[in-house]
């Protein structure tokens, strides 16, 4: 999947083209966006996909030069069942400067009522990808039980 800049005034840019991104005949593909809280100074802009084998939220640095740094691409977090539907994908750093992560239940309702895997929830995590040790399960869930998260707010 490409990845376009467009600027206030219409003008769009091709940045890189994201590997390794598939779609599902459905929702899945390139699903969510995020630009780092210290963009500004780090360039990373996170995302999240939908791969051959699952859902999974890679990094990679943004050049000024108008491009994308595809050397620098991380692989932050994988596993998160792929399905034709309800991958979510929503992606939204905190006022904790934390990652929160909509993930969908892939169809089966009850993986959003089993702790121990990411679909149905919003995951909470670091900025390189790891656990955040106040998550109140031990893992990458914030909150469960959720069907297709698409929409990520906080309230100021």
Same mark, same amino acid.
């Given at each position: ?79 998160? +069942?792929?399905?034709?539907?309800? %991958? !979510?994908?929503? $992606? /939204?750093?905190?006022? *904790? &400067? ?14 959003? +009522?089993?702790?121990?895997?990411? %679909? !149905?929830?919003? $995951? /909470?995590?670091?900025? *390189? &990808? ?27």
């Amino acid at each position: 999947q490409t990845v376009i800049e467009l600027s206030p005034s219409g003008v769009r840019t091709t940045l890189g083209k994201i590997p390794g991104v598939s779609g599902t005949n459905g929702e899945g593909g390139l699903l969510g966006l995020e630009l780092s809280p210290s963009f500004g100074s780090d360039h990373w802009v996170y995302i999240y996909h939908t791969s051959a084998s699952d859902n999974r939220i890679i990094r990679v640095r943004y050049n000024p030069n108008k491009s994308l740094d595809l050397g620098s691409l991380q692989v932050i977090f994988k596993g998160i +069942q792929r399905n034709k539907f309800h %991958n !979510g994908g929503r $992606l /939204r750093f905190g006022p *904790d &400067g934390k990652l929160y992560v909509g993930v969908g239940d892939a169809e089966n309702g009850n993986n959003a +009522q089993n702790k121990n895997v990411p %679909n !149905g929830k919003i $995951l /909470r995590l670091n900025q *390189d &990808g790891s656990i955040p040790a106040d998550n109140p399960f031990h893992n990458a869930v914030w909150s469960y039980g959720h069907r297709n998260v698409e929409g990520l707010a906080f309230d100021a």
